[in-house]
C-alpha cells in the first residue's frame, strides 16, 4: 500500500492532511483510510504549503536570494523542511454491510494511501445501465466505468452544465452511444448545432445499430432522411409559450380561433378580417403578422403560402411517427440548426407536449409499464426554463421537470448558466452532471442545488479540465468523479468491436 499522507488536524469534513515528499497530491484526487473491517475514501478539495521554518525567516532567506546573497534553505533535510497540506473531506465508508455516508473520523495521525481499483470494486453495473465514464481520482483515470440506473436517472431528470467548451456535447454524445441499443429507453434530442447525428465528421449515424434505432430529420436532410416538416394542424395556441411573446388580448384571439375552427385555425386566422364579438380589427393583424413572420407564411388573395418548415398539407403524421419511434426505443435527432431561436423553441414545444400528452395517456390507460422512459434533450436550457420565460407561466418544459417522472419522462437540461434556471426546478432535477465551470455565481447555482453537500467543491469544479466531471445525483451514494472518454475514440472502439454486419444508415423508416 503507497502512503501518501498523513492526518495531522482538522475535523469531519475538513481533515487536514501532510503530503509525503513528492506526494504530488491532486485537487480532486480521491484517499483512502483503512480500519478494522471497513475503509473510508476522501477526497481532496484544497491544497496548501506548510512549512518548518517561521515565516519571518522564510520571508528573510527569499529577499537574500533575490538579492543575490545566495542564501538557501538547505540547513535542514529537504524533506521535512517544507510541505504541502491537503484538505479532504470523507466521502463514502465502506463496511461488511455496504456503502455508508461517513459518521466517524478517522484515528488522529493516522495514514492515508492511494485509491487502488480493488477500493471502488462496490461500483457495480445497474440492470438498465447508462454509461457515463470512468472514474477519476484528480486528473487520473482508473480503469472502472460509471453506470447510473438509466431508468430512475432520465426519468428524474438530468442537469448537464459547464463554461462553453469542457465537454458537455462530446459527453451527451458519448451517452447517445451507449443508449441507442438500450430497450429501456427513447432519445428525443433537439439539436441546435447539428451536431449529434454526424453529417460529415463521427455520430450516432455510425453506431452499429443506427440502421434500426436512430431517426433523424432536418429541413434539409442528407439522401435517404426524412425532411422536417410540421403540418399547420399539428399547432395548438399553447406551444407558442416561451417562443414569443403575444398579450393576453392576443392569446384570447388565438384561443377564440382555435376554439372555432379546430384543426383549421391558423388558416382561418390568416384570411380572417373582420373584427369579432370578443376582438378588435387592431388585435387580429398584429397577430396575424406575427404567426406569418414566425412560421414563414404569405397571404395574397386569401391564397396562403408557406415556406419554411410548416405546411398546410405536408408533415401531418410527423407526432405519430415520432411517438411511435419512442415506443421503440428509438433515438431521434431533431436538427433545428437552420431554424430561427423562436421556430427552434417552437418545434421543440409542440413536439414535446405531443408526447407528454401521449405518456399522460398511457398511465391513464395502464400501459405506460411497457413503454420506454423518454428523455427529451434540450441544449441551452434556459430559453424553456429560465426565470424570465417561467415568469410568464409554465410551460410543458417547467411541467415535465415538476411531474414528468410520474409519467417516465424526463429532461436532461444542458446550460452554462444554471443561475437563470428557477431554484425549484433545479432542485427536480435529481442528478446533475458538473463539468468545468469558470464563473462563480453558476458554481453556486449548482453546489445549492446538487444532492450531496458540495460546498467544499468550488475550487474542484473551477479546475475540472475538458472531460472531467462531478455526477451528483440522489441515486448515487456520493459525488461521483468522473472523466468523459473523447467520443470519436470511443465510438471507433465500439464500431471495431462489434460483430461486423455494418450497414450504412439509410435514413427514416417510420
Ligand atoms: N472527454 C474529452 N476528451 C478529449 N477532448 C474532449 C473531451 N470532451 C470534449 N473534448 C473536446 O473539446 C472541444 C469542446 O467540446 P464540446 O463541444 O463537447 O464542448 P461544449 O461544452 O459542448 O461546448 P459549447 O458550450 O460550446 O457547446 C471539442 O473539440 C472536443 O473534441
Ligand atoms: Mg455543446
Known amino acids: 500500500m503507497e502512503i501518501i499522507g498523513q492526518i495531522v488536524a482538522g475535523g469531519f469534513g475538513d481533515i487536514l492532511i501532510r503530503q509525503k515528499s513528492k506526494g504530488a497530491m491532486e485537487l480532486g484526487e480521491l484517499l483512502v483510510s483503512d480500519a478494522k ?19 519571518e525567516s522564510l520571508e528573510m532567506i527569499a529577499g537574500m536570494n533575490l538579492e543575490g546573497y545566495g542564501a538557501s534553505l538547505d540547513f535542514l533535510d529537504p524533506d521535512l523542511r517544507n510541505y504541502i497540506l491537503a484538505r479532504a473531506k470523507s466521502v463514502v465508508t465502506i ?10 473520523l478517522p484515528d488522529f495521525f493516522s495514514t492515508l494511501r492511494k485509491i ?33 440506473d438509466g431508468q430512475k ?20 454524445k458519448t451517452l447517445l452511444w451507449s ?33 434500426e434505432k436512430l431517426e433523424y430529420l432536418s429541413p434539409e436532410p442528407p439522401p435517404g432522411a426524412r425532411t422536417l416538416k410540421i403540418n399547420t394542424t399539428l399547432l395548438k395556441p399553447w406551444h407558442f409559450d416561451g417562443a414569443i411573446e403575444f398579450s393576453d388580448a392576443q392569446k384570447d384571439l388565438m384561443y377564440t380561433f382555435y376554439n372555432n375552427f379546430h384543426l383549421e385555425w391558423i388558416e382561418n386566422l390568416m384570411i380572417s378580417e373582420d373584427e369579432g364579438e370578443f376582438y378588435r380589427k387592431e388585435t387580429i393583424n398584429v397577430v396575424k403578422r406575427k404567426l406569418m413572420r414566425l412560421l414563414s407564411i404569405t397571404v395574397a388573395e386569401d391564397e396562403i403560402s408557406y415556406s419554411g418548415i410548416f405546411d398546410q ?72 426554463l429560465g426565470k424570465e420565460v417561467l415568469q410568464r407561466g409554465p410551460n410543458v418544459f417547467s411541467s415535465i ?22 431554484k425549484e426546478i433545479l432542485a427536480n432535477l435529481n442528478t446533475k452532471i458538473i463539468m468545468g465551470i469558470e464563473m462563480q455565481a453558476e458554481r453556486e447555482a449548482i453546489i445549492a442545488s446538487a444532492a450531496q453537500d458540495l460546498s467544499a467543491d468550488d475550487r474542484n469544479i473551477a479546475s475540472l479540465d475538458k472531460g472531467e466531471a462531478i455526477v451528483s445525483s440522489t441515486f448515487t451514494k456520493f459525488a461521483l468523479p468522473i472523466k468523459v472518454p473523447f467520443f470519436d475514440n470511443y465510438a471507433k472502439a465500439h464500431i471495431q468491436s462489434a460483430p461486423k454486419e455494418k450497414k450504412d444508415f439509410t435514413g427514416i423508416k417510420f
Open 37 to 55: 473491517d471497513q475503509y473510508t475514501i476522501f477526497q481532496i478539495y484544497d491544497l496548501k504549503y506548510g512549512s518548518q521554518i517561521a515565516k
Open 95 to 104: 463496511k461488511r454491510t455496504g456503502i455508508h455516508s461517513p459518521k466517524t
Open 116 to 148: 487502488t481499483n480493488k477500493d471502488l470494486a462496490f461500483i457495480q453495473k445497474p440492470q438498465q445501465p447508462l454509461y457515463l465514464g470512468a472514474v477519476r481520482s484528480g486528473s487520473k483515470l482508473m480503469p472502472i466505468d460509471v453506470f447510473l
Open 153 to 172: 436517472v432520465f426519468s428524474h431528470h438530468i442537469l448537464l452544465c459547464a463554461t462553453t467548451g469542457r465537454g458537455k456535447s462530446n459527453l451527451l
Open 179 to 211: 443508449a441507442l441499443d438500450k430497450g429501456y429507453c427513447a432519445n428525443l434530442v433537439f439539436d441546435p448545432h447539428d451536431e449529434y447525428f454526424g453529417r460529415n465528421e463521427i455520430g450516432l449515424k455510425d453506431h452499429p445499430q443506427s440502421h
Open 313 to 384: 398539407t405536408a408533415g401531418q403524421t410527423l407526432n405519430d411517427d415520432i411517438i411511435r419511434a419512442l415506443d421503440a426505443s428509438k433515438t431521434i435527432i431533431i436538427d433545428t440548426s437552420s431554424l430561427s431561436s423562436a421556430v427552434e423553441i417552437l418545434v421543440t414545444s409542440i413536439i414535446t407536449s405531443e408526447v407528454f400528452a401521449k405518456y399522460k395517456h398511457y398511465r391513464k390507460t395502464g400501459e405506460l409499464k411497457t413503454k420506454p422512459v423518454v428523455n427529451v434533450i434540450l441544449e441551452e436550457a434556459p430559453r424553456v
Open 401 to 422: 421537470a415538476r411531474e414528468g417522472r410520474k409519467f417516465n419522462i424526463g429532461l436532461t437540461a444542458i446550460t452554462q448558466l444554471p443561475s437563470l434556471i428557477p
